[in-house]
């Protein structure tokens, strides 16, 4: 497929004339990427517009001081783009760019890319266009995560029975920030038989409850369903099934991925402590017991 064919197919260049395109294409230098290469750092200068042609990248922010750890903030497929505030504004980069699947990338400098857009202008309207509305569309996602988030927190606050019961609650708070028909399955992991009991259940549309894989690991397991699982302290915990009843696109799947990732986190990191607190508080009883016979 050629360089031409490839923007065509970038959301940034879909309103571009054919002669515009094919210009503005002898811009752009292609870079490949394996999994695992870091394409930058965070905090490191930029100037340059990076747009994904295959492959996964991932946006991360790094959670200590050594980047031992980071936060994903966005999971990014072909046609995707990335690095457009370094561009327009030359800011240092907010986050780390890194290949997760081994990627082919085209890259665009901010002194070409302007040379272009001072040159053709008309086109530049749309260019930057394209770009705010992305923008917008991935701050709104962040609005509605942050939202969720903090609800969420809420949760974490209250007093809980079980894990089994907090799980319960999260999932019956989160269905409301998920757009579409989605129903919505959570489990405990019971350790004693080793196996998964359903402790939460919501319905809106008739679909016959797929079984749990035989690996229970988080991911998408097709364009409708996301598998996210919980654990922490090396063992299992839970998972819960999302399904909506319309396929997803690439963008909405990448989208809610770091969502999901999100909250199996927050959920691995809560019910070990509920289950840590819950045991505490049955050996404080049996103390009690013992004390008074």
Known sequence: MSDTENLRGVTLFRNLAENMLAEFAGYFKRTAYKAGDVIFKEKSAGSTLYIIVSGEVVIEKGLDEEGREFKTLAIL??????????VIEGQARFAQARASRDSQVYEVGRTEFFAFIKEHPETGITIFSEIMRTVFRRLQHTSSELTMLFDLSRLLLAPHRSPGEFLAAVMGEIRIYLEGSWNITAYVYNRFN??????????????DAAPLPAAVASGWLDDKTYLAACAAEGRALGCAVFEREQALSPVEK????????????IL??????????????MLEQLRKTKNTI
């Open 268 to 281: 691995g990191s809560a019910m070990i402590n509920i289950e840590h607190q819950t045991e505490a508080a």
């Open 254 to 265: 990448n989208n809610l991925a770091t969502i999901f990732n999100t909250i199996s986190s």
């Open 194 to 207: 080793e196996e998964y009991e359903q402790v939460y259940a919501k319905e809106t549309f008739r679909k």
């Open 77 to 86: 497929s072909g046609g995707d783009f990335f690095g457009e505030m370094a």
